[in-house]
């Protein structure tokens, strides 16, 4: 049985989970499957732009994976999204993790730039200050910035339970991954929760004496997030 959390994302765990996600062909077929609906090969072939033979292959192995899973003569999501923290064995699990995380994150480059080309342009005034950045660099120990995407997790389980599961607008229109839409309500079609993401700290930072040992602090870019969890749907 796959492990779903409690918002309904499948919890990646295994490697071959992490390798089947890692090919670019297969994320962007996971990426417009829904466990609400059911698309055929042909459908998906025509929406990535691939042969239906490859298609099928990576579909066969997100199956084999517990990732997607066939219905009749289609196939549809197990879960909302997913999720996967990078594991710290056996050696293969963690490269797999690592490449996935890597795909993802090439994947999932321009849809900043395509929000800001299709959806920014048509935010009213309201929309378009809060969805705004600021250039802040925000130094964090792994130990914060683990807390902090924790604190982000919980945010959909904070939204109203007949949210939709699906986008109110084309994922083109919205400029967002398809699967980053689970919580926009279909009577307010400016709500952004794909636009820019600010990693503002929601809790004030753990305080430590001065004896304490902490993990290196990194610069984290204040508009980025982690790829720990991505695909939401």
Same mark, same amino acid.
């Given at each position: 049985?796959?492990? /779903?959390? *409690?918002?309904?994302?499948?919890?990646?765990?295994?490697?071959?989970?992490?390798?089947?996600?890692?090919?670019?062909?297969?994320?962007?077929?996971?990426?417009?499957?829904?466990? +609400?609906?059911?698309?055929?090969?042909?459908?998906?072939?025509?929406?990535?732009?691939?042969? &239906?033979?490859?298609?099928?292959?990576?579909?066969?192995?997100?199956?084999?994976?517990? /990732?997607?899973?066939? $219905?009749?003569?289609?196939? +549809?999501?197990? #879960?909302?999204? /997913?999720?996967?923290?990078?594991?710290?064995?056996?050696?293969?699990?963690?490269?797999?993790?690592?490449?996935?995380?890597?795909?993802?994150?090439?994947?999932?480059? $321009?849809?900043?730039?395509?929000?800001? $080309?299709?959806? !920014? @342009?048509?935010?009213?005034?309201?929309?378009?200050?809060?969805?705004?950045?600021?250039?802040?660099?925000?130094?964090?120990?792994?130990? !914060?910035?683990?807390?902090?995407? !924790?604190?982000?997790?919980?945010? @959909?389980?904070?939204?109203?339970?007949? #949210? @939709?599961?699906?986008?109110?607008? #084309?994922?083109?229109?919205?400029?967002?991954?398809?699967?980053?839409?689970?919580?926009?309500?279909?009577?307010?079609?400016?709500?952004?929760?794909?636009?820019?993401?600010? *990693? +503002?700290?929601?809790? *004030?930072?753990?305080?430590?004496?001065?004896? &304490?040992?902490?993990?290196?602090?990194?610069?984290?870019?204040?508009? +980025?997030?982690?790829?720990?969890?991505?695909?939401?749907?």
């Amino acid at each position: 049985m796959p492990e /779903i959390n *409690a918002v309904g994302d499948l919890v990646l765990t295994l490697p071959n989970q992490f390798r089947a996600l890692a090919d670019p062909l297969a994320l962007a077929l996971n990426d417009r499957l829904r466990p +609400t609906s059911v698309l055929p090969t042909s459908a998906l072939a025509a929406a990535v732009g691939a042969p &239906e033979a490859d298609v099928e292959a990576r579909l066969v192995r997100l199956e084999e994976a517990g /990732i997607v899973r066939r $219905d009749g003569d289609g196939w +549809t999501a197990v #879960a909302k999204g /997913i999720v996967f923290e990078m594991p710290d064995e056996p050696p293969d699990a963690q490269a797999a993790a690592r490449a996935l995380t890597t795909t993802m994150l090439l994947q999932y480059a $321009d849809v900043p730039r395509r929000w800001v $080309d299709e959806a !920014e @342009p048509g935010l009213d005034v309201e929309w378009a200050r809060a969805a705004g950045l600021f250039n802040t660099g925000v130094r964090l120990t792994s130990e !914060e910035l683990r807390a902090l995407q !924790e604190e982000l997790e919980t945010l @959909p389980r904070r939204t109203s339970p007949a #949210a @939709p599961t699906t986008c109110p607008t #084309a994922p083109a229109a919205c400029g967002c991954s398809p699967t980053s839409c689970r919580t926009q309500p279909r009577d307010d079609p400016q709500r952004s929760d794909s636009g820019p993401m600010r *990693a +503002t700290a929601l809790t *004030a930072p753990p305080t430590r004496k001065p004896s &304490e040992t902490v993990a290196p602090a990194r610069e984290v870019a204040s508009s +980025t997030r982690s790829a720990k969890s991505i695909g939401s749907r």
